[in-house]
């Protein structure tokens, strides 16, 4: 099914033709990404709502979205809602498969490609005489998709980012859309404030409170009224509502944080099985960094209690790193400073946050710290041991699974521990957890 917008898809392709290098930006989303995967790996769930998620909604089909369901609402609340709705627990490999897919397909229709979990910016700016007509372009690239995945996706065609993701959601789902730049303008005045991108549900309560629900009001605001009000985001604000947005095609995705967690089938007491638990959650954050080429500077654990009390605790690392021995160092040192209440636990994450992307060159310490007496962050020279290590580590889990190599407390939860703690089962992917460790 596609839908269409009068006011902002332009049918005459040869409106493109005639401008030397223009800027183009192609945004490409996959519609209802986890569900749709279910939905596609199982038929029987075609045409039923689902969502999948464990504590609230990661995503729902849009036969769920028509009762008023959306990512981020608890499941209880949900199956009020909807009774007949089937709930999955996510499959984290599965669908990185399906988005690697759509990415390597990206790549060979763009020479400038931006990936994130289920969607890709991809740049076209200089390619008219490869595409002189880029909607028809795109629907190629649409069915290439379709016919290897099975997956349909959404496609936005603007002048810059913001345009070109912004026109794609009113052709939601399954459609095409795009947008002149004489079309711009008029988008945009009658366009609801809680729509511009870069305005979240606290940015947009600040803005209502003012009376300002319009991108057309927003704009009466100076740029040192949107910065006093709302920091630096208030600035990038005063540009967008006017159509700018200078953002580059091609750079990673560093997301702010990359969390690791799970709740347990029967509230946990023993400590050795906590950290157990805990040192597979942050080995499999860590490796995460690694992945994507990134080091974190801070780190947090989280727990809740048998009588939902919640904790959270949070330190800086000496130094940025995406290795396991500094992360699970700070980790266990956190759980431990927790354990003053007499209660059980029944869920424990890790989060590590001031992520970066690692530098090109590092820079050497004058006066390094002497091997025996530097703790899980080492000398340099025991750095680029674990470096070594761990990239031999991470070679062999890319190749055989995560759960070809565990660690020895690892093993340990698979034996499980009478009266504390139930066996745990694995696949070559890891441990079978009772909550998916989505990165969030």
């Not at 005489?129 to 936005?156: C, D, I, M, W």
Request: glycine share 8%; net charge positive.
């Amino acid at each position: 099914m596609t839908n269409r917008c009068s006011l902002c898809c332009f049918s005459d392709p040869e409106g493109w033709k005639g401008t030397l290098m223009r800027p183009l930006v192609l945004h490409i989303d996959i519609d209802a990404f986890f569900a749709s995967v279910e939905q596609l790996r199982n038929p029987r769930l075609a045409n039923h709502p689902v969502a999948v998620g464990s504590g609230v909604i990661a995503s729902c089909s849009y036969e769920a979205r028509q009762h008023g369901l959306h990512a981020g609402m608890p499941l209880g609340k949900a199956l009020r809602r909807c009774p007949s709705l089937i709930i999955i627990r996510g499959h984290e490999a599965v669908y990185r498969c399906y988005a690697a897919r759509l990415f390597e397909i990206c790549h060979r229709w763009s020479p400038l490609v931006e990936e994130h979990l289920d969607e890709a910016y991809c740049d076209l700016s200089g390619t008219e005489r490869l595409y002189p007509e880029p909607e028809k372009s795109v629907t190629q690239l649409r069915q290439e998709v379709a016919s290897a995945t099975g997956l349909t996706v959404t496609a936005g065609l603007g002048r810059n980012r913001m345009f070109a993701r912004l026109i794609g959601k009113f052709h939601k789902p399954d459609g095409l859309g795009s947008i002149k730049p004489e079309q711009e303008e008029e988008l945009l005045k009658k366009l609801p404030v809680a729509q511009l991108p870069g305005v979240g549900p606290r940015t947009e309560q600040i803005l209502v409170r003012l009376g300002i629900e319009t991108v057309e009001q927003m704009r009466q605001l100076s740029r040192p009224a949107l910065g006093a009000l709302l920091g630096r985001n208030g600035e990038i604000l005063y540009e967008r509502c006017r159509g700018e947005d200078h953002r580059c095609i091609g750079g990673r995705e560093v997301p702010r944080t990359i969390q690791r967690g799970t709740s347990f089938d029967e509230d946990i007491s023993c400590p050795r099985t906590l950290e157990a638990m805990l040192e597979y959650l942050c080995e499999r954050a860590a490796r995460n960094l690694r992945q994507r080429g990134l080091e974190a500077r801070g780190i947090a654990v989280q727990v809740v209690h048998s009588d939902h009390v919640r904790d959270r605790r949070r330190i800086a690392l000496d130094r940025p790193t995406c290795l396991d021995p500094p992360i699970l160092e700070a980790a266990l040192i956190l759980l431990r400073s927790m354990q003053g209440r007499r209660t059980a636990l029944r869920f424990v994450g890790v989060v590590l946050d001031r992520i970066r992307a690692l530098p090109a060159a590092l820079q050497g310490v004058l006066f390094e710290t002497a091997p025996e007496s530097a703790g899980a962050n080492g000398s340099w020279q025991q750095r680029e041991r674990y470096k070594r290590l761990f990239e031999q580590v991470d070679r062999i889990r890319a190749r055989h699974g995560h759960g070809a190599l565990l660690r020895g407390s690892t093993l340990a939860l698979l034996q499980g521990t009478p009266g504390s703690a139930p066996k745990l089962s694995r696949d070559r992917h890891g441990l079978i957890l009772r909550t998916s460790c989505l990165t969030r």
